[in-house]
């Protein structure tokens, strides 16, 4: 094991480049320091570099189950459910506008020689440094997968102020990815339940959206 440090903080997407520049076999794979992985996660991934135009491919990424009390429970018991990373149980081509458009750098593999191609990640980039590669690898003609048959384990944030941060910082990265991707970034995504609700309280009628909130 060779570790590689910076001196100072320079963000996700620097320290990724960095030891991308280490790297001497065709295939690197990039997993978080706050995920957890089983001995066999790679298989199911690298069967699929079979196909010469993938680039990258990426597994499940599920929050870890934590028998917590208090907030940090609560917030646990909903990442488990809701995390944003969690990109559900259907593998599928990843593609802007899909049902599956990005795939989150927690846990990846891909193809050293293409990510070098792309200049790795923008390193001006705090958060969303991962959505912006994925789409640069599409444009340039790399196929890019999600296989939830390889799943690792997400350590889930145990505060309201981290677990708002979180977000915050996602929302945060939609301003710059519309820059470098115009057209490509959802101005919002609204669940069905949502939708009624919302479209209740449009028409008039809150007193009918309460029961639908409270059944979603």
Known sequence: IEVVRHERTRGPAAARNTGLRHVRTPLVAMVDSDCRVEPDWLAPLLALFTDPGVGLVAPRVRSREVGRDGIAG??????????PLDLGRHRARVAPSSPVSYVPSAAVL????VLSELG?????MSTGEDVDLVWRLIDEG???RYEPISAV???PRTSLPAWLAQRVGYGRSAAALDLRHPGRVAPVVVGRWSAVVWGLVARG???PACPVLAAS
């Open 74 to 83: 609560v917030l646990a018991d909903y990442e488990v459910l809701r995390s």
């Open 110 to 113: 891909a193809r050293v020689e």
């Open 120 to 124: 790795g990640f923008d390193e001006r």
């Open 142 to 144: 790399h196929a890019v």
């Open 153 to 155: 384990d997400h350590e």
């Open 205 to 207: 009628a809150p007193l």
